[in-house]
Nanobody, 117 residues
Framework: QVQLVESGGGLVQAGGSLRLSCTAS????????MGWYRQAPGKQRELVAR???????NYLDSVKGRFTISRANAKNTVYLEMNTLKPEDTANYYC???????????WGRGTQVTVSS
């Protein structure tokens, strides 16, 4: 059974930092592209950051320079370091795995990030 379990969300003041973690089980982590998405109330889910199985990284323009995605293959874990948080970063953050060959993908249940002004 595949599970993606996110942690690290919470309430933080603007300008603060949080570190999200997502630990996967039931997949061959090293051959999966991993991504962090977010969805705010009334808005569509959007890709925040993605790290491929080969280590290529992409970011949403609005988080460039503030967020850093990384992965620890030995721990089956992907991280999202979020600095200089803004109220507009408030959303439920979801972890996604995407098999690099079959593109079978899975989602975590999400972790809430709330940034107060």
């Amino acid at each position: 059974q595949v599970q993606l379990v996110e942690s690290g969300g919470g309430l933080v003041q603007a300008g603060g930092s949080l570190r999200l973690s997502c630990t996967a089980s039931g997949i061959i982590f090293i051959i999966n592209n991993m991504g962090w998405y977010r969805q705010a109330p009334g808005k569509q889910r959007e890709l925040v950051a993605r790290i491929s199985s080969g280590g290529n990284i992409n970011y949403l323009d609005s988080v460039k320079g503030r967020f850093t995605i990384s992965r620890a293959n030995a721990k089956n874990t992907v991280y999202l370091e979020m600095n200089t948080l803004k109220p507009e970063d408030t959303a439920n953050y979801y972890c996604n795995s995407d098999h690099s060959i079959t593109h079978r993908n899975y989602w975590g249940r999400g972790t809430q990030v709330t940034v107060s002004s």
